[in-house]
């Protein structure tokens, strides 16, 4: 149990698009998902909280405005990479937080390569 | 075994040695640590946790340790295996914070057969 799915797994997209990743909880529902970005031989850096029903708390740094996330249902979470650029170019993870579970339980999706030319 | 006293990015071992990596953590009020495993192009895998009321907890292989004196903490990883090379981060999360993770520099672990 506690799988968290990520679609695409990849995506290449050209500069100034816009890409959507998907972060689904497959068995359980998620009242809490986060989202990470992973730079090549670099840590995660989270980049936003995402509860569901209600606006996204975003880390220090990062814009809202290009990074949209919407967390409309218990099980899907999204993240829009709007007027992409090539700096945008990263590995996005996300992972969700059971509704039923301590603070502390969280799983993590598999990523998305995002690159853009 | 191999060891590591500060952090290093990579560390290399030969298969059936004992692996021991290294972590400084940031916050003193963190109260949850977890060592993760990430292999290449996938995301991070649990391995173990430990609370900040505990020094030591030990998994299949795997053992933890949290000194919340120095803010640092390690795993040792037994008769490491070639399965076993990847990216371990640590994460922390302090109660400040909610419950989001906040993730350590990463070791690169390479096993040679």
């Known amino acids: 149990g506690a799988v968290v799915s990520q679609h695409p797994s990849w995506v290449i997209c050209k500069s100034g698009t816009s890409v959507k990743i998907e972060c689904r909880s497959l068995?359980?529902?998620?009242?809490?998902m986060f989202w990470y970005r992973q730079f090549p031989k670099q840590s995660l850096m989270l980049m936003a909280t995402?509860?569901?029903?209600?606006?996204?708390?975003?880390e220090q740094g990062v814009e809202k405005d290009k990074f949209l996330i919407n967390h409309a249902s218990l099980t899907l979470s999204t993240l829009t990479v709007t007027s992409a650029h090539p700096e945008d170019s990263s590995f996005y993870i996300c992972?969700?937080?059971?509704?039923?579970?301590?603070?502390?339980?969280?799983?993590f999706g598999p990523g998305t390569r995002l690159t853009v030319t | 075994g191999e060891s590591v006293g500060l952090h290093l990015p990579t560390l290399s071992v030969q298969e059936g040695d004992n692996s021991i990596i290294n972590c400084a953590y940031s916050?003193?009020?963190?109260?949850?640590f977890i060592w993760y495993k990430q292999e290449s192009g996938k995301g991070p895998q649990f391995i173990i946790d430990?609370?900040?009321?505990?020094d030591k907890r030990q998994g299949q292989r795997v053992t933890v340790l949290l000194n919340k004196t120095v803010k640092h903490l390690s795993l040792q990883i037994a008769a490491t295996q070639p399965g076993d090379s990847a990216v371990y981060f640590c994460?922390?999360?302090?109660?400040?914070?909610?419950?989001?993770?906040?993730f350590g520099k990463g070791t690169t672990l390479s096993v040679s057969s």
């Open positions: 992972s969700a937080k059971p509704r039923l579970a301590g603070d502390d339980e969280q799983y």
């Open positions: 068995d359980f529902q998620a009242t809490t």
């Open positions: 995402s509860n569901e029903g209600s606006k996204a708390t975003y």
């Open positions: 916050n003193s009020a963190s109260d949850y």
């Open positions: 430990i609370r900040s009321n505990m």
């Open positions: 994460a922390e999360k302090s109660p400040q914070a909610g419950t989001a993770l906040i």
